[in-house]
């Protein structure tokens, strides 16, 4: 086994969420059962999308640890959102209803790690809603970039 590849394959691996072309980096964490499936639909109808957002499908909204979000932070994200099913529709009951109150602590608790809030946003996204999906990821990609040119 030759080290040389290693080595290589392990700083692609942390370069990858540095900035490609100056363009801001969106994480973004979208739970299976709508959200992921609303993006897809977006896709599907050919809605223009920014390109800059890496996807990390995950089964809930409730699965996202607040480390999650704060590790792509320290990788390089510009911006991360996380979005899950609407409140009462969660497949799994209450997911995004103890998300929902993660998050909002962690708004709370990024200013104390040097990190804008502005900088990450959650929504409720459902899979019909392709639309919808398009409207917050390109608002949020233009807020991230407003955000970098001051
Ligand atoms: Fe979508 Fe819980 S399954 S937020």
């Known amino acids: 086994m030759n ?19 100056g363009e801001v980096n969106i994480v973004a964490f979208l739970c299976n059962w709508c959200s992921y499936a609303g993006a897809d639909a977006a896709g599907t109808a050919r809605l223009r999308q920014p390109e ?6 995950v089964p809930c909204s409730g699965r996202v640890n607040p480390l999650f979000i704060i590790k792509a932070f320290n990788l ?37 790690m040097g990190i804008d809030s502005n900088r990450f946003s959650y929504q409720w ?11 917050v990821v390109i608002n949020f990609v233009k807020r991230i970039e407003n955000r970098e040119g001051k």
């Open 3 to 21: 080290m040389t590849n290693k080595t290589d394959k392990t700083e692609k691996i942390q370069e990858s969420p540095g900035k490609r072309n």
């Open 52 to 57: 800059n957002i890496r996807i990390i499908r």
């Open 76 to 112: 390089g994200a510009d911006g991360v959102l996380v979005s899950g099913c609407h409140p009462n529709d969660c497949h799994y009951g209450e997911g995004n209803l103890y998300a929902r109150r993660r998050f909002e602590f962690l708004k709370k608790f990024l200013p104390f």
């Open 125 to 135: 996204i459902s899979a019909s809603e392709g639309q919808k999906w398009q409207n």
